[in-house]
């Protein structure tokens, strides 16, 4: 609840003194010349105002064309008319422009094309990653429609959609607008009630496709291939119409998504007003440690500069309890702003869908000034420009970065974003490397839509929708070949798998048909795992208090472990692993519990080596390679850890089955030589490796668009496989999703960013900023990673060689598995 | 890769086989399937290639197969044609029965004399007024499993009509799914040259799964401009009070007098066909007798069900089945509709004629229908009665429509604020009890509040 308040600022107060700034550059001018905070800024960056770049409206409909006239856009921006003449040539298009540069309009005017040329037969099919996103298109849509004054529909089909509209939503729904979710697991198992949409169905339209990475794109891209079929079936041939945030390769993006060449879009025509961007990094408090100020408590300092009644300010922070920490500060400190209470608003998913329709709407008249937010304000909702962003720690990705700094903007107006590095590798960087985010885009989305599980999972869900056939020799190969999903080699051979193994398909001469009393795509999620996941009961009252993923479940429900939900602490007594069951029971902890755990990497095969020599001889100096994997991880035992002290009160063995997982992985190993010249000496060198293995792991994200926890870590001294120092770094997707080749090409780009940050870094002796505090890695673990991190980054080229071990020996090696140890 | 390279590394991948399991586990898996190896077979009921099969399902098939003792059978089910379309072929089976066919303890040409009429109130749909129940199809589907959807596949269909004196049943049947196409043409041709569509449950089932299988197939669909009886919703209408369940097998024993032997439930129909195309030993043999013994049920049900306003069959013997839960069945179907309240109180106090102990409920039911249809009087009585010889919610329901009606019907004051004060101290009891649900304490705590201030005044009022 906020405190009354008296409704009528005086004159001569605050907020009255507030409104008289000279916005937003006024803002830039006092912060730099602030006496504490200016010198936390590590960089300012200008980006001058840019200008519209139209063109000509294609050729459209006359009817068309007249609204387009009548709402004022008798020209388009060039990217939008690029898109549209596009799409009117039949060809699939991706548009990957900034936020906020009228994409919609660009798949808006093909689609109502369509339907004016047909004569209200054509249908199209929306994907939104969003219920709001879809929500917001389906009125804009519709304000078209009417406007076109035809007997058109465009509905949303969602969980919500009650059973009575869905029929008429079916039959008669020109646009249908879903999400992945419903489509994979409502209307693609369904399509014989839907063939009305598919009889013609002319666009499959899908925003934000940046969002479709990992195992959730991958099997998006399966659900595609799979609605392709359904289409093909019934006779239609759709085009994509697919928008993104930049990207760094899109049209790459687009082939693996779906599955064939897009005409790529990229060149912005839209205007910008004058931005300016800054870095603020919390000063050192204890520069031994590298420790620095908390960045939450950082903005507070900051938001008085950056508040004010005559501007509206935008807060993202990456956690939810950082956002209603954050307003209550501000609500508290509003007064001093010259702001009332209730113009600072807190925003977040979990609050009632009326009252965060009733914030947008606050934001958009203008009569809410400040707004403290999650990611729920990245995407697409309509809030209308802002004045300053505040980013409280960098968000994991650059489309984030860019979403959450493209809310601000007017026209005509300068803008500002802050970024508040916190202590972590990735916004060090950035605090000395802001061109990393205007340059072009960096990131690679590992998207692999091939994943043998993934695939296999897919390929059940498409089994039952319609049946598979292999042609005998289309492309007079002389091999048989199953058309229209992708061209993983193994389609016949999975079909196979699950007629004769799973018992789920029936194959009768060269055609798959489905056999099983089940409905698969129950059963197949979209993002992972689920099924595995494992589920915490109160032992009390026998209700689920929690869940945890497969992998983790043994480092944090095994027997003894101190279960945390909101500051409860629950002690867990009993782990049924094979019922994926913990049952916990409420105790009062003065302790938490922190598992150890031995993960042992296995190489099953290597696909792909790049080795640098000694400048002197033939003999190698480090190499990088790719292979895939075989990793055991076992859970040894838990420490239990005082709160606040952190003094270790105990340790227990834990004894459960290990975790098991096949992937791809990335490895890096150094010669014996080398390792002895950098000073990996015995003693400290295990720390300085594991060291910077870390580092680099954590620095990562910035070339992948993944997050740390997404790649799993192994670090040994003396590999028995390579027989030498190797970092192992690995795709925690069982079958991988690319993300082990992606940081085999770009391993360059991640050292140099990692050495970068160790050297960038204040701390003595190492931090949790960069290579870990000096009780992990050792007095020597920073100066030792550093050297070995810069003996990397330089030297001369490495080149491709055959991806075998030295001695001939390895293959038997490698099928023979390790002991672990403990 | 070669293909057991591939098995192996799917295997492994989707954790379908655990690579390396504990020893705990290990221990309770051989446990497991130790026990698994003991389950009895007998003979009819051991697969002969069972080995090939995955354990998991294995162990599901075999724990299943102990229910049956019916026998199995290898290849296409006996008396089975081939029949061709342009859209290809497929099976059926047509069998012929004698309208004088006894099911049950009714002869199959008994439908003739259902009453039009009957049907059309029973089932509330005036668009059976024009279906004949000797032109109509009588229908009945087998499928691969309930939840529909593109990979559910109908592979045995069953239409019965009347063909000159005699009922013909053809049953229409899949040898694999690509014949589904084919046969659903015939399907749908067979139903559109009939008056109309007679089944249990299938306006929720049956027709939706043959209805999006057509779409699928580009097969226009017969269904849309057809009456369509639904035996289930009358059934359950008049009779489920006096039965376990609402299953057409309860139906026909119960009203029919149908016992069927050696039955193999409907769930095993999948696995027979799954079997089936497996080339394993199948009991389909079964599933077609199930089916047909299901369509035979439908034309006795449809000629039972035809005549429960009657309540006799044609030759004027009395109607068999459950007569008070009849009659209480039409009361409360009638009372439904203002315009039939007349003829619910006739069912009801026939209901009450026919059962000594009818229940509070029925005789609150006649109460109601009595202040409804303006006989005040007599309702008053009733809840009398119904309030003071019990402490429950539906003596609460009288004590309220008393006051209601001392008030509206008598419009008298001072008994109509005892007969709320009665109602307050029952409230009372049934409060301390915990009788009541918090929802219904407040509804009659809100109504007893108002009407007694109401009361108060209109008193008032009249004394000034």
């Known amino acids: ?822 | 890769m070669a293909d057991e390279e591939l098995f192996d590394k799917l295997r492994r991948l989707r954790r379908e086989v655990p690579p390396e399991l504990g020893p705990a586990l290990e221990a309770r898996r051989r446990a497991a399937a130790a026990r698994s190896e003991q389950a009895p077979t007998d003979e009819h009921v051991a697969r002969d290639d069972a080995e090939g099969m995955p354990t998991w399902l294995r162990q599901r098939l075999s724990s299943k197969r102990a229910h049956g003792r019916v026998a199995c059978s290898h290849g296409v089910p006996e008396d089975c044609c081939e029949e061709r379309r342009s859209e290809g072929s497929y099976l059926a089976r047509i069998k012929r029965f004698s309208g004088d066919h006894c099911h049950g303890h009714f002869r199959l040409e008994e439908c003739a004399h259902a009453a039009s009429d009957t049907l059309v109130r029973i089932a509330r749909d005036p668009a059976l007024a024009d279906l004949e129940l000797e032109r109509a199809v009588y229908l009945d589907i087998e499928t691969t499993g309930l939840s529909g959807g593109a990979g559910t596949v109908p592979f045995l269909v069953a239409l019965g009509s009347f063909v000159g004196g005699s009922f013909e049943l053809w049953q229409g049947f899949l040898r694999d799914p690509s014949e589904e196409r084919a046969m659903l043409a015939e399907v749908a041709e067979r139903v559109a040259a009939s008056s109309g569509i007679v089944s249990f449950f299938g306006k929720s089932f049956d027709r939706h799964r043959l209805e999006d299988k057509m779409r699928l197939h580009g097969v226009t669909s017969p269904f849309v401009d057809l009456p369509h009886l639904d035996l289930y919703h009358p059934f359950v209408r008049l009779y489920r009070s006096a039965t376990e369940d609402g299953r057409l097998q309860t139906a026909e024993r119960v009203l029919c007098g149908v016992e069927r032997e050696d039955d193999l439930p409907g769930s095993f129909a999948p696995e027979a066909w799954f079997d089936f195309l497996g080339n394993r030993a199948h009991r389909l043999e079964a599933v077609f007798r199930h089916n047909e013994d299901d369509v035979l049920s439908l034309v006795v049900l449809a000629a039972h069900l035809g005549r429960s306003l009657h309540e006799t069959r044609a030759d004027g013997r009395a109607l068999p089945g459950p007569q008070a839960a009849r009659a209480q069945g039409l009361a409360k179907h009638f009372a439904r509709v203002p315009s039939e309240r007349e003829e619910a109180l006739l069912w009801v106090r026939r209901a009450r004629a026919r059962d000594a102990h009818s229940s509070r409920e029925l005789r609150l039911l006649e109460a109601d229908l009595l202040r409804l249809t303006g006989q005040s009087l007599a309702a008053l009585e009733l809840y009398e009665g119904l309030r003071d010889e019990a402490n429950d919610v539906l003596a609460l329901r009288a004590a309220l429509e008393l006051a209601k009606l001392e008030e509206h019907a008598r419009r008298d004051f001072e008994a109509a604020l005892t007969a709320v004060a009665a109602a307050r101290t029952l409230l009372e009891v049934l409060v301390a009890t915990s009788a009541l649900r918090p929802s219904e304490r407040r509804r009659a705590e809100a109504e007893l509040g108002r009407r007694s201030e109401r009361l108060l005044r209109k008193r008032s009022c009249e004394s000034a």
């Open chain 1, 1 to 822: 609840m906020s405190p009354p308040i008296d409704p009528r600022p005086e004159a001569g107060s605050e907020r009255h003194a507030r409104r008289t700034g000279a916005g937003v550059d006024g803002i830039v001018r006092r912060l730099r010349a602030h006496a504490e905070l200016g010198a936390c800024f590590t960089t300012w960056h200008r980006t001058p105002a840019r200008p519209a770049r139209v063109a000509e409206l294609p050729d459209l409909h006359p009817a068309l064309r007249a609204q387009f006239e009548r709402r004022g856009m008798g020209e388009l921006f060039t990217h939008q008319v690029e898109a549209i003449e596009h799409a009117l040539a039949g060809r699939d298009v991706l548009i990957a422009t900034p936020t906020a540069s009228g994409k919609t309009l660009a798949y808006t005017a093909p689609v109502l094309q369509s339907l004016l040329e047909s004569d209200g037969a054509a249908r199209s099919l929306w994907m939104f990653p969003t219920k709001a996103l879809s929500q917001d298109q389906s009125r804009s849509l519709n304000g078209w429609i009417e406007a076109l004054e035809r007997d058109w529909h465009s509905y949303t089909y969602d969980g919500d959609t009650p059973p009575s509209v869905r029929r008429t939503l079916r039959d008669r729904g020109h646009i249908v607008l879903t999400n992945p979710w419903m489509l994979h697991s409502g209307i693609l198992p369904n399509h014989g009630k839907w063939s009305e949409l598919f009889r013609d169905l002319r666009y499959i339209v899908i925003d934000e496709v940046h969002t479709l990475s990992g195992v959730f794109g991958s099997s998006v891209a399966n659900v595609l291939r799979r609605l392709v079929r359904i289409a093909r079936h019934y006779g239609s041939d759709p085009r994509f119409l697919l928008s993104s945030a930049t990207l760094r390769d899109p049209a790459g993006h687009a082939r693996r998504l779906i599955g064939r060449d897009a005409a790529i879009v990229e060149e912005d025509g839209s205007p910008a007003g004058e931005r300016v961007f800054g870095v603020y990094e919390p000063p050192l408090v204890q520069p031994v440690a590298g420790m620095r100020a908390n960045a939450l408590e950082e903005v507070r300092r900051l938001a008085p500069e950056l508040c004010g009644p005559s501007h509206q300010t935008i807060f993202f922070c990456n956690r939810r309890t950082a956002v209603e920490v954050l307003t209550r500060y501000l609500k508290e400190a509003a007064p001093r702003m010259g702001l009332l209470p209730e113009e600072v608003r807190g925003y977040r998913g979990g609050y009632l869908p009326l009252m965060r329709r009733e914030i947008e709407a606050g934001l958009k008249d203008g009569s809410i000034k400040v707004v403290v937010s999650t990611n729920a304000l990245e995407l697409g909702i309509d809030i209308g420009a802002l004045d300053v962003a505040v980013l409280v720690g960098y968000p994991g990705s650059q489309a984030s970065f860019w979403q959450r700094a493209g809310r601000v903007g007017r026209r005509g107006k300068t803008s500002l974003a802050v970024l508040v590095a916190r202590s972590d590798p990735i916004d060090q960087y950035l605090a000395h490397h802001p061109e990393y985010l205007f340059g072009k885009a960096q990131e690679t989305l590992g998207l692999d839509p091939d994943n043998l599980v993934i695939l296999s999972e897919q390929l059940k869900c498409a089994a039952f929708e319609l049946p598979f056939e292999a042609l005998a020799d289309p492309d007079g190969s002389g091999r048989s070949r199953i058309e229209g999903f992708g061209d993983s080699p193994h389609l016949a051979g999975i079909l196979d798998y699950l007629a004769e193994e799973g018992g789920l398909l029936y194959r009768k001469d060269a055609r798959w048909f489905w056999a099983a009393d089940a409905y698969p795509a129950q059963d197949v999620s979209l993002a992972g795992n689920e099924p595995d996941n494992v589920l915490v009961f109160d032992a009390e009252t026998n209700k689920a208090i929690g869940e945890i993923d497969r992998e983790h479940s043994i480092t944090s429900v095994h027997e003894g472990a101190i279960y945390q939900v909101e500051g409860e602490t629950y002690k867990v007594e009993r782990f049924d692993y094979e019922n994926r069951r913990a049952y916990a029971r409420r105790v009062a902890s003065d302790y938490f519990t922190e598992a150890e755990t031995d993960t042992e990497v296995r190489l099953l095969r290597l696909e792909e080596k790049r080795a640098r020599r000694v400048a002197s001889g033939t003999q190698e100096d480090w190499a990088v390679w790719r292979g895939e994997v075989h990793v055991t991880t076992v859970a040894t035992q838990y420490k239990k850890i005082r709160f606040y002290t952190r003094e270790s009160v105990g340790a227990e063995d834990i004894h459960l089955p290990p975790e098991e997982l096949d992937t791809e992985a990335f490895v890096l190993t150094v010669s014996e030589a080398t390792a002895q010249t950098l000073g990996l000496t015995v003693g400290n060198r295990a720390a300085a490796w594991r060291g910077a293995g870390r580092l680099l792991r954590r620095v990562a994200p910035l070339f992948l668009r993944c997050q740390p926890s997404d790649l799993g870590l192994s670090t040994e001294v003396r590999s028995r496989t390579f027989g030498s120092p190797a970092v192992y770094i690995y795709d925690r997707v069982p079958g991988s999703v690319g993300l082990g080749a992606a940081l085999f090409r770009d391993h360059r780009e991640v050292v140099a960013a990692a050495l970068d940050v160790v050297q960038g870094c204040a701390c003595q002796e190492g931090c949790p900023a960069c290579v870990g505090p000096v009780e992990e890695v050792g007095a020597l673990g920073k100066e030792t990673a550093a050297a070995l991190l810069g003996y990397l980054a330089g030297g001369g080229e490495l080149v491709d060689c055959e991806p075998t071990l030295r001695t001939g020996e390895e293959k038997a090696d490698l099928a023979e598995p390790e002991p672990l140890r403990g």
